[in-house]
């Protein structure tokens, strides 16, 4: 869980993991499941934790290790039933205690920053709202939303297990740096 990418196509992953990423997530918003099927097979072939950002079919018919959905995604139960890892999202103690009452193998914290990524999100919860969920719940926690190199360290003293990073993906090597350093 120490430092997942989120990309839409596998040379990016294959890089990524190559560098140090342990898990890549399939993430191509406005997606149908067909394209995900497409673009996702030759993720199957990689060294790491294979994640489908919130398509439960295209995670289970490319034998994905997981899925992640958002706050506002149902299939929780269906993914816990069919086996697969759960992720989910959240953006407050409140949501976070939720997620792991719903069987989140693991929650996606944040947005711990701005991010152009999801232009449309939350406000940040900062570092204090990233402690608090670490905090508040016993699954692992994954730092997201404007991590970086400059910052990931920050995240993992906050008590975050790892962090997810979109933007950040080709800077690989040097957030693996900074998580390694402050565990």
Same mark, same amino acid.
């Given at each position: 869980?120490? !430092? ?5 196509? /596998? #040379?990016? *992953?294959?890089? &990524?993991?190559? $560098? @140090? =990423? ?63 890892? !759960? ?5 407050? /103690? #409140?949501? *976070?205690?939720? &997620?792991?009452? $719903? @069987? =989140? ?70 957030? /693996? #740096?900074?998580?390694?350093? &402050?565990?």
């Amino acid at each position: 869980m120490r !430092l997942h990418v989120l990309v839409d196509d /596998v #040379e990016t *992953a294959r890089r &990524a993991v190559e $560098d @140090g =990423a342990t898990v890549v997530q399939l993430r191509v918003k406005g997606a149908s499941t067909e394209e995900l099927l497409e673009r996702g097979r030759p993720f199957r072939e990689l060294p790491s934790l294979f994640v489908v950002n919130d398509d439960i079919e295209a995670a289970l018919q490319l034998h994905a290790d997981g899925v992640h959905l958002g706050r506002e995604d149902s299939g929780a139960e269906r993914a816990r039933a069919e086996g697969l890892l !759960l992720g989910l999202s959240a953006a407050s /103690v #409140e949501e *976070a205690v939720a &997620a792991e009452q $719903d @069987g =989140a193998a693991y929650i996606g914290a944040g947005p711990v920053w701005e991010t152009p990524s999801k232009p449309d999100a939350d406000l940040p919860i900062g570092l204090e709202g990233l402690a608090a969920i670490c905090r508040a719940v016993s699954v692992p926690v994954v730092a997201i939303g404007g991590v970086d190199a400059s910052n990931a360290a920050d995240c993992i003293r906050a008590g975050a297990t790892g962090v997810a990073v979109i933007r950040a993906a080709a800077d690989v090597r040097r957030l /693996v #740096e900074a998580i390694d350093a &402050a565990r």
